[in-house]
């Protein structure tokens, strides 16, 4: 079975930054693509960036380019999102999620269930 912990957010004010790491296990855990979404008010989880494994491929929202960058550590299995200049509607809860090598489902990288595994989620709250 794979597991996804995230780590990272906390409580932070307007331009500020955090980054969000996401430690991937599991013995059989093989990613092809890693990904964040983000949950806030209206409560629709919502693409944020997502990294190929081989790290030729990065996407983001068009509401994060520019401020988030997202990158991966093939050794330790963990993908981060720095975020910098942090609004207050980039308040959420931010999941990292997994797709696999053997994933049956449809490959697009911006689209939810693309994803095989996802963790608990961390909040990210950014005060004006």
């Known amino acids: 079975q794979v597991q996804l912990v995230e780590s990272g957010g906390g409580s932070v004010q307007a331009g500020g930054s955090l980054r969000l790491s996401c430690a991937a296990s599991?013995?059989?855990?093989?990613?092809?693509?890693m990904g964040w979404f983000r949950q806030g008010p209206p409560p629709a989880r919502e693409f944020v960036a997502a990294?190929?494994?081989?790290?030729?491929?990065?996407y983001y929202a068009d509401s994060v380019k520019g401020r988030f960058t997202i990158s991966r550590d093939i050794a330790k299995n963990t993908e981060f999102l720095q975020m910098n200049s942090l609004k207050p509607e980039d308040t959420a809860v931010y999941y990292c999620?997994?797709?696999?090598?053997?994933?049956?489902?449809?490959?697009?990288?911006?689209?939810?269930?693309?994803?095989?595994?996802w963790g608990q989620g961390t909040q990210v709250t950014v005060s004006s």
């Open positions: 990294i190929s494994w081989s790290g030729d491929s990065t």
């Open positions: 999620a997994a797709r696999t090598t053997n994933s049956r489902r449809n490959n697009y990288p911006r689209v939810r269930s693309s994803y095989d595994y």
């Open positions: 599991g013995r059989t855990f093989s990613p092809h693509t």
